[in-house]
């Protein structure tokens, strides 16, 4: 399926037509499959789709995908050769063809007509370019979170998708998770009564949550990058720091040039759901303040903080929220907060309630027998989604919002921007919500961008 900028369907068998016909002359090499035939999902009603990014999540994102038979992936895209080449070979197998291209430039990909849509799971130093390049070019997106690693940059591609009328899935799947609906649509409800408190526990440390993760140790010699990876690509819009390998695949997250540690990795999960459970998709704090931050040297090869502690206040007059609430975000665990738990919790003056992946509890032990609220109590019903990557793919047929568009993943990670930003520079910051601005701090306000290496510009 093709769809213009406005939002409106044009059929993508003009293209069939042209390109399908040389399949055609050629039937016995075509997959009845890819034909429609045996009730299988007709070409015109697909969506088709490329993969920009296959290292750590991008094969989960893309298996997902492909198992909704509406989702046919036709390209690959990473700047690793030799992940680039596991992509288009898993895709190939997936659907028995060779149909699946492999790109190194993402523009390449996103310049094709005949793609509806891109998956994205690039590191976050990259988020921001490819998705507002995609959006130009009328792809509809799943992208990974956190939105991206600046608030500019997050700005830019709320433009970008809100200007080209896109379809927006985050990659935020907790949302699609009954625990965190049931969790949610509780507290929605009023039955723990008003929320004074809301704790945000997210993982502590520097790979701490990931053992291996990337499967490279913390160490800090330079190497020349091996030949598959386009290092220079790699680092696109970053600062250009020498070859580190523990810096790079998977471990890219734990330094400033690049990500963000683990607040910023884990904020769109943990914060995203405090924000649904209180109704705050469209607002955010008003004081954001660093109660502890530790900071390795900025020199570091790991340099973001292993533990830190964060409270922000949204502000009844702005949220419309009945009371002023209390946020805390904190690394959980041993060498962080070990009275703080992962995932998600909401006190209220009649109860609280808490969620965390694989895990519910709260202080009614009625609501643990239960997966979902009974009709009575459900006046605020929230958006239900079972799986999120087919929430996608419907929403992209369908013209309606996903549970996670664009705006609600912008909003989800503000208190996590915001809060690094009070941690670099130590002091308690005023946030206008509704221009989007740091107010009377001029050096705190520098620090929602970033300096962009050339020739890479943020449209
Ligand atoms: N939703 C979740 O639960 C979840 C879990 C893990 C990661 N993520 C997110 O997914 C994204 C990717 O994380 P990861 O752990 O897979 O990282 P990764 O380093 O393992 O993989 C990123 C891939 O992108 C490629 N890449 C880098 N720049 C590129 C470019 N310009 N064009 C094309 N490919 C490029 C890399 O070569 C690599 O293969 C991040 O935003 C991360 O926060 C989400």
Known sequence: MKTTT???TISRRQFLATTGAAALAAPLMVPSSVLGANGQTPPSERVVMAAVGYGGQGPWDTDELMKDPVCQMVAACDVDSSHLNRATKIINAHYDNEGCRGYHDYREVMAREDIDAVMLAVPDHWHALIAAEAAYHNKDIYGEKPLARTIAEQQAIVRAVQQSNRIWQTGSWQRSVQNFWYACEIVRNGLIGNVTHVVVGLPGGQNGGYPGFGGIPHQNHCTPPPRQLDYNFWVGPSQMVPYVECRVHGNWRWNYNTGGGQLMDWIGHHCDIAHWGLGFDRTGPSEVEVEHA?????????????????????????????????????????ESYPDIKMGCKWIGTEGWVWVARGHFDSSDPHWKKHQKLPENLRKVKLYHSTNHWRNFLACVKSRKPTITPVETAHHSTIPGHLGLISMLTGRKLRWDVATEQIIDDPDAAMLMSRPYRAPWRLA
């Open 6 to 8: 406005t939002g409106s």
């Open 294 to 334: 530790d900071f390795p040297p900025s020199h570091a090869t790991w340099n973001t903080s292993p533990k830190y502690r964060i409270a922000a206040k949204y502000l009844s007059s702005v949220t419309g929220y009945p009371n002023d609430v209390h946020m805390t975000i904190a690394g959980t665990g041993p």
